[in-house]
C-alpha cells in the first residue's frame, strides 16, 4: 500500500507519537519522508526536542531520552 503524502498540519498531530515510536510503519514512513524535504518540520521537531528535554531535567533527575532524526532527515 503507497502511504500519501502527509502535511506539515498533520505532522504537528503525529509527531509526538512518532518521537514515542508509537506509529505503526506506513505513518512512521510517512512522517520520515516528509521530514526529508521539510526544513520547517524539522526545525519544529529539533525545538519539541529541545522544550521536551528541558522540561524532564527540571522535573527530576533522570530525563528520558528523545530519538534522534535520523541522518539525512536533520540528523546530526
Known sequence: MIQEAIRCLEMVE???EWMEGALDDDARAAVEEHLAICPD????????????TL???REGPSPRRLP????GLGGR
Not at 534522534?68 to 541522518?71: F, G, Y
Open 14 to 16: 503525529v509527531v509526538t
Open 41 to 52: 518540520c524539522i526545525a519544529y521537531v529539533d525545538q519539541l526536542r529541545t522544550t521536551t
Open 55 to 57: 522540561a524532564a531535567r
Open 68 to 71: 534522534r532524526l535520523p541522518p
